[in-house]
């Protein structure tokens, strides 16, 4: 069964440091999106991205975050000077397009920890 | 504005007994509803979906759940639990419109199955 690919699955960093996430969509899906989970809260929406552009993004996603698809396959969200609370699990997800698609696939995530 | 509450952070059964995983939602437009399970160290995984046809809805591994407007409820059920149920379950509702993968998630219900 196709699936969403991240990559690092666990990365340290310090504070203050430069983070980027990456993320392999499954092949034919054209909607994109990152969430977060910061432990022991909810799973929550970061941004969407659709035809190689930002389609709608939280108050969470601020100047310090940003998103790229830089080739055909790849899809990464990056971490400006990272702060301490920015230490959460970040999911990469895709949707197509096709009829009942309205289902997000999710990736296993990766850990992102702050020091 | 879309919300949803999941009554219970904890529930513990008994293997072969019910399943009863609550679920309250609030959208201001027809919902799409969503269960996903998080087993360790993995990503999340679509149990099932409601979207605007029958209201009893069946998923993998047994699970169902039933869309009930007047109650703004959708429980998640499996007449009997296995071992193997043992994970963290998120309901999860669609902004819908323009939004579609804008999911707004609960606080999430980790399930113990003991012998």
């Known amino acids: 069964e196709p699936e969403v690919t991240q990559t690092p699955s666990h990365q340290v960093t310090q504070m203050g440091q430069e983070v980027i996430l990456r993320c392999v969509p499954i092949s034919n899906h054209l909607y994109f999106y990152w969430y977060r989970q910061i432990l022991g809260q909810k799973v929550e929406f970061l941004v969407s991205f659709y035809n190689n552009e930002i389609s709608e993004k939280s108050e969470i996603f601020d100047d310090q975050f940003s998103v790229e698809r830089p080739d055909g396959s790849n899809f990464t969200l990056k971490i400006r000077s990272t702060k301490l609370e920015d230490s959460a699990m970040y999911f990469c997800?895709?949707?197509?397009?096709?009829?009942?698609?309205?289902?997000?696939?999710f990736g296993a995530g990766s850990r992102l920890t702050v020091l | 504005a879309q919300s949803v509450t999941q009554l219970g952070s904890h529930v513990s059964v008994s293997e072969g007994a019910l399943v009863l995983l609550r679920c309250n939602y609030s959208s201001s437009v027809p919902p799409y509803l969503f269960w996903y399970v998080q087993y360790p160290n993995q990503g999340l995984q679509l149990l099932l979906k409601?979207?605007?046809?029958?209201?009893l809805v069946k998923g993998i591994n047994g699970f169902e759940a039933e869309f009930k407007k007047s109650e703004t409820s959708f429980h998640l059920t499996k007449p009997s639990a296995h071992m193997r149920d043992a994970a963290e379950y998120f309901c999860?509702?669609?902004?819908?419109?323009?939004?579609?993968?804008?999911?707004?998630f609960g606080q999430g219900t980790i399930l113990t199955v003991h012998p």
């Open positions: 997800a895709s949707k197509g397009t096709s009829s009942g698609a309205n289902v997000l696939t």
């Open positions: 999860a509702v669609d902004a819908g419109g323009t939004s579609y993968g804008k999911l707004t």
């Open positions: 409601y979207t605007s046809a029958a209201t």
